[in-house]
Every structure is written in structure tokens, then in C-alpha cells.
């Protein structure tokens, strides 16, 4: 069996993105509507585009569809009813006076749960909803591709309470004797696309079979993703890839090795083995130091060839966080509520679990990764500022990050690295459309394009952690510690979310399962005792 193939299986055994359970039918609480014709009133509106907001206005859908986007007066100011598009008998109206509205917002890197974390689909919809996530890209299909397409054919329809479903099937998937030449991957590219899949996810290979692949997926119109895993970086990276026609980049595999110019390899330590995980793990937080200076020639000749092709980076910057503060990650205070007992078990040092690598990880380690981010950020933000496409994913069920808080996480780290908060609203939402090949459809809050919203009580511009789900801290007047913000509303399709009630049914699902198991989050290494 060819090494792309083997590693892609060995990736989705140890992940344990294996077929699951089919997602239950939508509950008749679970959602309000669509409507015949929906407004939302008096909200302010922070669009996908990098506009400032503006508001208050009323937006008018008719079932799936905005209509109207009507401003309906000036801050501060009772807004005169005469000026308001009025509403139709048998019509549903939403007083969100006050609010933030955004465009729905895209997870470019969104895995649906896994048997081996226990990460049920239902469990892991209502988290991604009830934080405003209305689209996601399956990278891998890991549950199989046809589990995906029945629920991303579920989900157009509405009959389950989930996200809308991109699928990129991981290449190679179900080829039995895997691919072994140009014509093996051009026909199974083809066989993927009449399946229906919405393009292809990589994780490297020869490159004759490489270039083959995307060639003939280019020419079918499909989009393509890929991780450069270190199994073939070594003569196949980013640039190889966005010059066969590659249209995003996960992560940031494959990029530095493009920015080399004093070597063709990472200096891998001669007693490396890339099935460590420590080993992999704590060597790729050097690599970007093995790469080109910010700002050089080399790195300014790399960037402007990605830029010219159209190329989009999509991150993924929280998925490797705990690299860099272990202890953040592992004590982030929405596990104690949302994690489900195997989910935690797979997060816990193991030798087999991906993702799962703190055999000895301490002070060096988290150095060095702090230094790696500071280099990474410097190349994202730069792309961005030179008109790049950066997307926003968050790879969620590894690696302590739990799926919807750690998109917004993914968030808070665009703007650490340089995002104005507008950009960071950008590339959540109009910068993923894009990259979908969306943009006529969500985006942003357009007449014509699919009612997906956002709805928030406090501006998120001024602190994203209002988006998380646990809210943010704040002192009242009084002098009482309280929560802001979570979001209030998901709208996706024109249905109306109660999200926070998403989010309390996915608390029931926990209480539920720490019930049957007598089970309490417990640090690793201090199981059983008294602290």
C-alpha cells in the first residue's frame, strides 16, 4: 500500500473518524420556522464585506431568502415605525433592538465528531450552531462519504439541526488497492466527483500523482484542500500544490518547506519517527525558524506567487495552541460543562490517540512553539494585507479544542495576529463563501442570498469572547461579577435558533453521560486524588 494511503488510514483509525450513528430528526421545539416572510428588527449590522456597522436596520426574508435590508434610523434615536417595512399576514417578526447582526459564520475545517471521542453528530451540530457556525467544510468525510452526503442532503432540507455540509472526501478514500498511478488518481477524482462530493482533501503524494489529481479536479470545477503531511512534503509543497491547482492550504504544513532556502528537509533529529507524535509535534515547532526571514526575498517571491494564483490559507491557528500553553488549553472553563467524558479520555496523554502527544512537553516546548506562532502569524497577516484570501477553521476534537468554542478561539487568534476585528469578521464569513465557492449565497447580509445570520446582544468587535458560548466576564455597577454575551440567535436556512438553548442540550448530553459513567474531569497524572 502506497504511504499517502496508509497514513490516511492510520490518521483516521487513531482519530476515530469512523462511520457513526445517523444525526435524529429535528425536534418541533428545535427552530422557528422558515417563514413565509421573517423580519428582524432594529439590529445593527456588521457585514461579512470589512464594512463598518451600521444600524439600526430591518432585514426582511421571505422563507430562505433576504429581501429587504432597510435602515430604519440613527443611533440613539426612536426609530420612526412609518419608516419600517411592514409585515405580512401570517409573518413572524423578531424584536432584536440593540443587537449585532452578522452573516453566518463558516468553519473552513470542520470534522464531524468521531466514535473514539464520542463526539456524536448531534453533540457536535448544536455546538457548532449555538456559536453561529451555519457552514462547515468536512475535510475527509472521515465518517464516510456517503454518511456525509446523506446528512449534508439532510441538513439542505432542515430535517436535522445542523450546520450547512461542504464534503471533501479525503483522497484516496475507499480505493481499495489504494492509487498508484496518474490515471488511478485522475479516475478516482472523477469517480469522487459523480458521487457528488464538493471537492477533495489531501494529505500529499508522489508527485505525478499529485499534479494528476488536482489537475483533472481543476478541470471538473472541484475545489481541493490539503494537509502537507511530512510523508511528502519533502518533494511536494504548498507552491507545487497551488501551481497544480490546489485551492486552499490547511494548517500550515508545507509552507515553511517552501520558504527554505538552505536546505530541502526540516532538520529532523536522526533518532526522529514521525508515528511519535511528540516527535512531530515538538520538531514542527522549529520549522518555521528553518525557513526564509519575514519580509526577505525569497519569502516575499513565495507570497506574491500564492497571491497571484488566488491561493487561500485557511489556519487553523487554535488547533495547535496547547503547543504553546498546555495549560490554557487543558484548563479552558468550558470543559467542565461541554466536554464529554470521552472526549476528555482521548484528549489525555496516549501514545496511540492523534493528537495526543504530552509524553514530556514542557518550558522548551512551549518556547519554541511561541516563537513558531510569531513566525507563522507574520506570513498570514502579511498575505492578508497584500489581498490574500485567510479563512478561518478550527479542526476541533483534538488536541483539548472542543468544537464551537474553538472557533472562536480561531477568532481571538486573527486578531492576535494582526486582524482588525472587521477583517477577522471577513475571513469568518464573505473570505469562507469565497473559498467555497459560496459567495452568491452567504457571505454576507445581501438581498437575494440565503437568510444565515448571527445575532449577539453586545458588539463583538469590541471583544470576541462575547461569541463564546460561557460568555465573557464583566463587573457591573454594583460590583457584581456577571456574563456578557454568547450568541442569542442562529439563523441558518431562515430558521430561527435559540442558541443558547443548543447549547444547554448539549450540557443535558454531558450531565447525561458523566451520570452513566460516575465520571468527573479529573487533571491528567492526578486521577483519584485530593485536590
Keep these: 500500500m ?7 488510514l492510520l490518521l483516521l483509525t487513531a482519530t476515530g473518524l469512523i462511520a457513526q450513528e445517523r444525526s435524529p430528526n429535528r425536534g418541533p421545539e428545535e427552530g422557528d420556522g422558515p417563514y413565509d416572510q ?3 428588527r432594529g439590529v445593527t449590522l456588521i457585514n461579512g464585506n470589512g464594512a463598518p456597522p451600521r444600524g439600526p436596520v430591518d432585514i426582511v426574508v421571505e422563507q430562505n431568502r433576504i429581501k429587504e435590508v432597510r435602515v430604519v434610523g ?3 434615536v426612536p426609530i420612526d415605525q412609518d419608516r419600517r417595512p411592514s409585515l405580512a399576514p401570517g409573518g413572524k417578526e423578531v424584536d432584536c433592538e440593540g443587537m449585532y447582526l452578522l452573516p453566518g459564520f463558516v468553519d473552513m475545517h470542520g470534522h464531524i465528531g468521531g466514535k473514539a471521542q464520542g463526539a456524536d453528530a448531534e453533540y457536535v451540530f448544536k455546538l457548532w450552531l449555538g456559536h453561529g457556525i451555519t457552514t462547515i467544510r468536512d475535510p475527509s468525510c472521515g465518517n464516510g462519504l456517503d454518511w456525509v452526503l446523506e446528512h449534508r442532503e439532510r441538513s439542505e432540507k432542515n430535517e436535522i439541526v445542523a450546520p450547512r455540509i461542504m464534503a471533501y472526501t479525503a483522497f484516496g478514500q475507499g480505493a481499495e488497492n489504494g492509487i498508484n498511478s496518474p490515471e488511478e488518481a485522475r479516475q478516482w477524482v472523477r469517480d469522487n466527483a459523480k458521487k457528488g462530493a464538493d471537492g477533495i482533501k489531501f494529505f500529499g503524494a508522489p508527485p505525478a500523482i ?8 481543476k478541470k471538473l470545477g472541484l475545489r481541493s484542500a490539503c494537509h502537507h503531511a511530512q510523508m511528502d512534503v519533502a518533494r511536494w509543497n504548498v507552491l507545487q500544490s497551488a501551481r497544480a491547482g490546489l485551492t486552499s492550504m490547511e494548517h500550515w504544513y508545507g509552507l515553511p518547506e517552501a520558504l527554505f532556502i538552505d536546505r530541502t528537509v526540516q532538520n529532523y533529529p536522526l533518532d526522529y519517527n514521525y508515528q511519535n507524535e511528540q516527535h512531530r509535534f515538538e520538531e514542527a515547532g522549529k520549522l518555521w525558524k528553518q525557513a526564509a526571514a519575514p519580509y526577505s526575498d525569497h519569502w516575499n517571491a513565495v507570497m506574491e506567487e500564492l497571491l497571484a494564483l488566488d491561493f487561500t490559507i485557511d489556519p487553523t491557528f487554535n488547533i495547535y495552541e496547547a503547543n504553546r500553553d498546555l495549560m490554557r488549553a487543558r484548563r479552558a472553563e468550558w470543559h467542565e460543562e461541554f466536554t464529554m467524558p470521552s472526549l476528555w479520555r482521548f484528549y489525555k496523554p496516549s501514545r496511540i490517540s492523534h493528537g495526543s502527544y504530552w509524553h ?16 507563522w502569524m507574520t506570513f498570514v497577516n502579511e498575505y492578508k494585507n497584500r489581498g490574500g484570501r485567510v479563512t478561518a ?11 464551537g468554542f474553538a472557533y472562536i478561539r480561531e477568532l481571538e487568534l ?3 495576529a494582526g486582524f482588525h476585528p472587521l477583517e477577522v469578521i471577513r475571513s469568518a464569513t464573505l473570505n469562507g463563501a ?5 459567495e452568491d449565497q452567504i457571505g454576507t447580509v445581501e438581498v437575494g442570498k440565503m437568510a444565515d445570520f448571527v445575532i449577539v446582544e453586545e458588539n463583538p468587535l469590541t471583544d470576541i469572547k462575547l461569541l463564546y458560548g460561557t460568555g465573557a466576564i464583566r463587573l457591573n455597577e454594583n460590583n457584581e461579577v456577571v456574563r456578557k454575551g454568547g450568541v442569542k440567535y442562529t439563523v441558518k436556512d431562515g430558521i430561527v435558533y435559540d442558541a443558547k438553548q443548543l447549547l444547554e442540550d448539549v450540557k443535558k448530553m454531558v450531565r447525561d453521560a458523566k451520570d452513566r459513567e460516575d465520571f468527573k474531569i479529573e487533571q491528567p497524572g492526578m486521577e483519584g486524588s485530593e485536590n
Design 74 to 76: 440613527y443611533p440613539g
Design 210 to 217: 499529485m499534479s494528476a489529481a488536482l489537475e483533472e479536479n
Design 434 to 438: 469565497q473559498a467555497l465557492g459560496l
Design 38 to 40: 421573517l423580519i428582524i
Design 414 to 416: 486573527l486578531w492576535e
Design 2 to 8: 502506497k504511504p499517502h494511503i496508509l497514513l490516511l
Design 360 to 375: 514530556s512537553w514542557g518550558t522548551e516546548q512551549e518556547v519554541n512553539w511561541k516563537e513558531n506562532y510569531r513566525l
Design 393 to 403: 477553521g478550527s479542526d476541533s476534537g483534538f488536541i483539548y479544542q472542543l468544537y
